[in-house]
């Protein structure tokens, strides 16, 4: 399996970005879990958001009400839709995906929100 992340770039604070992870996948595995974590330099990699196969969606307490994660099955394609962003956004954001056999990192996607 593949990710590729993209959506990543330099915004003002209280801009938008749209990150996209598609995952490149074989008909034999099913996507269980997709998920976006971030890492800033010299931080530990955190939990932003997850949807599920059946799109159930979870967010990490700091970006409720601003990001919004979803999904395109047809594409196997995640999108985490960040609004409101704040100088803290700043991390590169990583595509996490789990399948009925295993789990997958993708290569990130750097995001800097400018006061």
């Known amino acids: 399996v593949q990710l590729q992340a993209s959506g990543g770039g330099l915004v003002q604070t209280g801009g938008s970005l749209r990150l996209s992870c598609a995952a490149s996948i074989s008909a034999f595995n099913t996507i269980r879990l997709m998920e976006w974590y971030r890492q800033t330099p010299g931080g530990q990699r955190e939990f932003v958001a997850s949807?599920?196969?059946?799109?159930?969606?979870v967010l990490t307490d700091s970006v409720k009400g601003r990001f919004t994660i979803s999904k395109d099955n047809a594409k196997n394609t995640a999108y985490l839709q960040m609004n409101s962003l704040k100088p803290e956004d700043t991390a590169v954001y990583y595509c996490?995906?789990?399948?009925?056999?295993?789990?997958?990192w993708g290569q990130g996607t750097l995001v800097t929100v400018s006061s």
């Open positions: 949807i599920r196969s059946g799109a159930e969606t």
């Open positions: 996490h995906v789990v399948t009925r056999a295993n789990q997958y």
